[in-house]
């Protein structure tokens, strides 16, 4: 793995989970906060960081802002200070800004000024909780973008037999790349293999096939 170099705006818990995470994964993190206290909490859990107040274009420009591989601005509170360090941040040259939004107001304007994704903690968290309480069975999805989904599923009573016989693919369109089975995953599982309970298949297909079959799974 290529090691990023990575600029985070804001040390809050959000922002510092964020910074800390990225230097454990081998990555370049440079962390910077208005706040001296939050500064010194990740000093020696990052590979730089300093006191800069991210609203102030010079102060970016300093810091050389274009030149980071992704630009994390996690601002908590101040929308303005958000939405300025993420103007500053594209205007500079970054090429791809990750801004934290409050809320939907926050977000349509952080997507109208240039930022390249914008995302909600709480709220994402939350609808990805709901999901989970809704639909127990489904343990975990990766969005791939495009309408394409890679979801996770335990078996249960409905999904018994070889997966030839399941037919997933001809039923749902969805296709079985993988199987968990106690800790350990079988990639590209073949027809014949059998289903035991607490397997969990891993499937990819487009949400509305995906939705098709946790229904079929919840009912």
Known sequence: MKSKQCLVIGLGRFG???ATTLYEMGHEVVAIDQNEENVERVMNLVTHAAIVDASDERALRALGVGDFDVVVVAIGTDVQA?????????SLGAPYVVSKAIDEMARRVLERIGADLVIRPEHDMGVRLARQIATPNIVDTLDLGGDYAIVEIEANERLKGSLRDLNLTGRFNVQVIAISRSGKIEVTPRAEDE?????????????????????????
């Open 82 to 90: 958000n939405i300025l360090a993420t103007m500053n941040a594209k």
């Open 195 to 219: 289903l035991r309970p607490h397997d969990k298949l891993v499937v990819i297909g487009t949400s509305h096939n995906i939705d098709d079959l946790r229904r079929f799974l919840g009912e």
């Open 16 to 18: 510092t989970a964020v």
